[in-house]
């Protein structure tokens, strides 16, 4: 029988958060891609469908990330696209 490791985290129980330096925005949004990110609380895809019209407008590049439930943490999956795929995210929380 084999056993696994398991580790399970607590998101009620930070001690300290990381401090992280804060990315420079790139110089203009020209031939950038734009990701627009529902957190999947109400209405925040009305106000990225807001935001998508108005920046395709100006000719911009657009890419849309859900999460599956506000109540927890993107997926990795979700997270790893939008760092792979966009130079700046839009997170539409609307409450």
Known sequence: MSVETYHMLDPTA??????????????NL????????SISKERSREFLDTMERLFTARGLKIA???KPTHTKPA???VVQ????RCAVVV???AD
């Open 75 to 77: 997926p990795e999956a």
């Open 30 to 37: 020209e031939g950038a891609t734009i990701g627009l990110m």
């Open 14 to 27: 930070e001690l300290s958060s990381e401090r992280r330096a804060r990315r420079a925005p790139p110089a």
């Open 81 to 84: 696209a939008i760092v792979e």
């Open 64 to 66: 849309r990330f859900e």
């Open 91 to 93: 997170v539409g929380l």
